[in-house]
């Protein structure tokens, strides 16, 4: 394992043994601070858009772990602009033992990935989200138990990043997946039959509608994003005439499993995507979603470096 670029890129007993680390390593930070198993390692944090929880997790998760982390900021790198994206990886990889990149298009972390010598994690691009996923599936896993087999995920909205990496990781879990978006921001279909071949393999069951309603019926997870990614900006007035039935309010919630938990990645636009009482409401769970971000990246850490 040199990159972290996309969870389809590993099998679901990769994923299950990741998830197994995610969960030792919270436990031992909770209990007496975690190991310093990456001592002497620098994590070298490309952003080429703004960030809080990626930023401040990784930042904090190399602290926990004996490292150390360096931010660049998309005006100190210019990744592409100011010098070739080969270029940099190739300098990056003599100072620091690590990368990770969050970037526009998601070829700039291939070739991030592409030249570096060092470990290349995606934190975000046009394509997936994959740290993201690999937080949303402790968190589910943490709130239905192990034996979460069978599932339904359902995501509703803009069929974004994030809906990839959730609709990747979930089939590989075994967790059946329900997909609603408006007509014309439907999920990448080149990501639709990936999960189709790994659902294939673990019994998965996908399924992408229109109907909103549909798409929650018998729902375990109901997961949201933000109707206007970054780097969408311009199309953001369009997209708020298009996306309020998609929104995730009280009324969507109870026609829900009666257990169902509320996911989203943040940042929220509250009352847009997602009403206040349902963030703050008794189902929700993007704190604990959140606060994941830590444990799970931390076993991305320790794997890319082989220390755990
Ligand atoms: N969910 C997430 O990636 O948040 P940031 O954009 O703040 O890093
Ligand atoms: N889909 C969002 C996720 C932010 C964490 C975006 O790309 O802006």
Redo the contacts with the bound molecule.
Sequence with gaps: MKDFIAISDYSSDEIKDLLDVAVKLKKEYFKKGNKKLLKGKVLGMIFQ?P?L??RVSFDMAMRHLGGDALYLSPSEIGLGKRESIADVARVLSGYVQGLMARVFEHEHVLELAKWSDVPVVNG?S?YN?PC?GMADALTIIENFGKKSKGLNISYVG?G???TVSLMHVSALLGWNVTVGTPEGYDVNPAAVEIAKAIAVKTGSKLSFVRDVHEAVKGAHVIYT??W?????EEEAAKREKVFPPYQVNAQLVSEADKDVIVMH???AHRNQELTDDVADGEHSVIFQQAHNRLHAQKAILARLFDVA
């Design positions: 858009k960030s929880r990626t975000l046009d989200h993201q803009d974004n990043n994030v994003d933000t206007t990614s970054m780097g969408q990645c943040l940042p």
